[in-house]
């Protein structure tokens, strides 16, 4: 298990101008010599539940993410959000296809009393993200961050409407979480960005209650 320690910070909705973004970033950590390694990949995301959505009143949240050849199947419970400063607890597992292999995640993260058997079976994917990812990965001293520019969308099959994906994230991988204040303080000198407290699954869900809805 790891604790998922992160900023999520949103840009407009209309940007379309994330490669300006990229540059900007790139340009202002070069310019107060900071050591970074950018990285640019695909990423898609399929969450499931089942039809009556008992993850989600369980407060888990299960996905696959495919990224080229490689899958890794993933478990969030719940934790805080405050003004855009995201943490919870995280299990990630490696799997050699898009399927889902439940016993592989620790037993003591689901509630007590679950059918595993039973849940795997009604489980399918209720919404995807489909988003290009940039990332810095930033050393200062005894702080690892990753910085992540993410630009796609959100979907649920055979639905019209789909949510936008344009946002940063700023996530702690070792050190002190003020390392995380500090660089958002040096973005917002130079990029638009408000504090997003929704994830990307709680949007995904908004978007399924939608379609449910209609």
């Known amino acids: 298990m790891s ?5 999520k910070y949103l840009l407009p909705e209309n ?5 300006q973004v990229a540059d900007k970033i790139s340009a202002m950590l070069s310019a107060n010599k900071v050591d970074f390694i950018f990285a640019h990949k695909q990423l898609c995301n399929d969450y499931f539940d089942t039809p009556t959505l008992e993850l989600r009143k369980m407060d888990v949240g ?9 899958y890794e199947q993933t478990i969030k419970t719940s934790g805080t959000v405050v003004d855009g400063l995201h943490q919870r607890p995280e299990f990630n597992v490696n799997i050699p296809t898009k399927q889902l292999e439940l ?3 620790p037993v003591h993260v689901w509630p007590e009393g679950v059918d ?4 795997h079976q009604k489980l399918r994917v209720i919404f995807s993200t489909h988003f290009t990812r940039k990332t810095w990965l930033i050393k200062q001293g005894e702080n690892v961050i ?25 996530e702690l991988v070792r050190g002190k979480q003020q390392a995380l204040f500090e660089l958002a303080t040096q973005l917002k000198n130079i990029i638009n960005i408000t504090p997003g407290n929704l994830s990307k699954a709680a949007r995904g869900y908004r978007l399924y209650y939608e379609k449910l809805n209609k």
């Open 15 to 19: 940007n379309n101008k994330n490669d």
């Open 62 to 70: 299960l996905r696959i993410r495919t990224v080229e050849n490689n």
């Open 103 to 105: 016993s592989l995640f």
């Open 146 to 170: 990753e910085l992540a520019l993410d630009n796609g969308d959100i979907c649920v099959d055979n639905y019209h409407r789909s949510f936008i994906i344009s946002e940063i994230e700023i």
């Open 116 to 119: 595993l058997s039973s849940l």
């Open 3 to 7: 604790a998922e320690i992160e900023l």
